[in-house]
């Protein structure tokens, strides 16, 4: 018999919750009731409860610190929250705890009920596991559930060669029947930070258990699963002329999603369908269809069900983009300089807004491939696991915008890292750099022979010197030359020309030209004036 506690600051709401459910038809007990945090929290240690149900409000401890620290203790104690307070930020912070439940006052007898059966069947098949219970039946039905996924494997990735009827009932036990069969989508797109890990695993679940129980009844068979990155895959089986009624049920199923999204906080669900198809062997084709379909969500937004892709592709691929994007990003990446980096996004931006009627799959793959090709630029041990990290924050984007912030995001954060890193390394060659200014500066001396001298390639030089100077080399050599022909001026009798070719110049009118723009005077005058 399972064991539940009640934690509640009402004691009317206690005794409301021991009437209203008949326990010992749900083989469970009322263990303790707590009127307040403290108190439940010692309850729980002291009679291990399988569900606890409990209020958000309660004096002396809430109930999200008691769920908090329950859950430490206890990490498969099953949570129901009541609660009249209707605000998502509460279910949102008790998900991240793995909390699934999340009832209103006043309390329904039957959703009471329903979610008591529900956790009830999920302790009891976590038992029968850690048991070992009837090994054989589970092992076969693992088996035929193996099968299944494997299939839908071999479906995602084109693979499924064969199939018929025959094949689908005989080699993986599916109760397919001749009719259409078709292919769905549901992307779910969140940045895992919003609910944590198990948060999002109960939304999928959620969401699938929601798609699963309004199909069933209206298919012969259906094959579903959870494909990862908030993508959500499926193949029904239906007779034919139910088209349209299968339609609308979909659109039905991301109503409600939709419209229970704020309970989660920043999450966006889209719907799509591949085409209807008459034999097996066309489900690896819609399959692929819903695949592209469910990208179009990134240029017409998410909330939608879609189930359409214009024929062939945008004039997209004719920009060539992707060469522009690597030859602005390898200079940047070279002169590590975050501002260059943005010109080569702003270039793709501009690039996808000016195409009409650009496709979102076209959209995702070049900003994946920019990330791709970025990261080649960089030099690092961990690139492999950094392009998984940056693909994995590309398809939990439900818009072009969110893609290029994470481009963006991507280019910022690595070109800051390859700064930190070489910081020591940039102020050195300046230094150097300026040292072998000030014992050469009366020698016609270029920016190649300088950079040269320091190891530095001359385009890298030249950023990194008027990144620290803040001003360019030509600029600062001018500089130099211009105070040691002051100092000529005034302490020695050198004639101008004399005082023009010590500083490094041949040509006398260039050298009076440069030195009148850095004085306001001509050196005769300033020699007359300050000698």
Known sequence: MQKVMIADDEERICRLIEAL???KALDMEVAAVAHNGLEALEFADRFRPDILITDIRMPGCSGLELIEKVKKRMPELEIIIISGYAHFEYAKSAIKFGVGEYLLKPINKAELTMTLERLRAKIEARLREKEDIQQMEQKSRHD???LRELLLERLFDQKAEGLSLRVLQEEYYLEMRPGCFQAIWLKID???????KEGKNIVMERSGRLLESCLKHKCFDMLCREQGHGNYIGILNYAEGKQEEIRRILKDCLNQLESGKKLYGEICFSLAAGSVVKEPAGMPKSLREASLIIEERLVKGTGRFLDYLPEGNSALHE??????YLRTVTHAVEIMNEEEAGKALSQIRTGVAEVKDVRGHEVFELISSCGALFLSQVESKERREKLEHFSGKCRQCGSQEALFRVLEDLQRTYIRELLQEHEGDMVRPVRQAKQYIQ?????????????????LSSTYFSALFKKEEGEGFAKYLTGVRMEQAKILLRESNFPVSEVCRRVGYNDLKHFTHNFEKATGLKPAAYRKLYG
């Open 439 to 455: 014992n050469h500066f009366s020698e016609p001396i270029t920016q190649e022979e300088v950079s040269s001298a320091v190891g």
């Open 144 to 146: 035929v559930l193996r």
């Open 21 to 23: 459910v008949d326990w």
């Open 319 to 324: 920009k060539s983009l992707l060469e522009k």
């Open 190 to 196: 969140s940045l895992e930070e919003e609910l944590g």
